[in-house]
Antibody, heavy 120, light 107 residues
Framework: EVQLVESGGGLVQPGGSLRLSCTAS????????MDWVRQAPGKGLEWVGR??????????EYAASVKGRFTISRDDSKNSMYLQMNSLKTEDTAVYYC???????????WGQGTLVTVSS | DIQLTQSPSFLSASVGDRVTITCRAS??????LDWHQQRPGKAPKLLIY???TLQSGVPSRFSGSGSGTEFTLTISSLQPEDFATYYC?????????FGQGTRLEIK
């Protein structure tokens, strides 16, 4: 069974940093691009960014709203992806989902999410 | 960025009804359009990809159609578990974008 488990969420002050983790199981993690998608309380879905696979040099893409503040990385030996979030703003408050990208570039498997609250 | 506009944003319907949700793209995206379902308090789930292909395990009462700039999601006979929020999403170009969502509620 494919599973994605996020961790690392919590309460952080504006301007602070937080690192989220996503641990995968049930599939060959290294074969897949992986995404982060977030959802502010009561709002819709917002794509955050992507890490490609080793064959594509682990290159990344980001939404404009987080570029320069957030960094996505992965460790295929640990079946894990990370989201380093710096210079956090109140508007970054959201549930952050780890999402597997299929070979056809669909977001085909979602984790349960982890809540990040940015507040003083 | 490619904007996706769903209509309606809110839909009230009864069990057994046939409902259709529309998603319009601000520019042509061929068939790079997927639909996700999100039940209250749960993570989203991929329902349909490439505009019209059902994800494995999704009931056949769901169907999708369209290409270019206009797409539809149809549920042929609503079941209680279908009351949820539905999002369209494009992956033609970065940044990936979602529609604002259509909340489907029981009448």
């Amino acid at each position: 069974e494919v599973q994605l488990v996020e961790s690392g969420g919590g309460l952080v002050q504006p301007g602070g940093s937080l690192r989220l983790s996503c641990t995968a199981s049930g599939f060959t993690f290294s074969d897949h691009y992986m995404d982060w998608v977030r959802q502010a309380p009561g709002k819709g879905l917002e794509w955050v960014g992507r890490t490609r696979d080793k064959g594509n040099s682990y290159t990344t893409e980001y939404a404009a709203s987080v570029k320069g503040r957030f960094t996505i990385s992965r460790d295929d030996s640990k079946n894990s992806m990370y989201l380093q979030m710096n210079s956090l703003k109140t508007e970054d408050t959201a549930v952050y989902y780890c999402v597997r990208v299929s070979k056809s570039y669909n977001l085909d498997c979602w984790g349960q999410g982890t809540l990040v609250t940015v507040s003083s | 960025d490619i904007q996706l506009t769903q209509s309606p944003s809110f839909l009230s319907a009864s069990v057994g009804d046939r409902v259709t949700i529309t998603c319009r793209a601000s520019q042509g995206i061929s068939s790079y359009l997927d639909w996700h379902q999100q039940r209250p308090g749960k993570a989203p789930k991929l329902l349909i990809y490439a505009a019209s292909t059902l994800q494995s395990g999704v009931p056949s009462r769901f169907s999708g159609s369209g290409s270019g700039t206009e797409f539809t999601l149809t549920i042929s006979s609503l079941q209680p578990e279908d009351f949820a929020t539905y999002y369209c999403q494009q992956h033609k170009s970065y940044p990936l974008t979602f529609g604002q969502g259509t909340r489907l509620e029981i009448k």
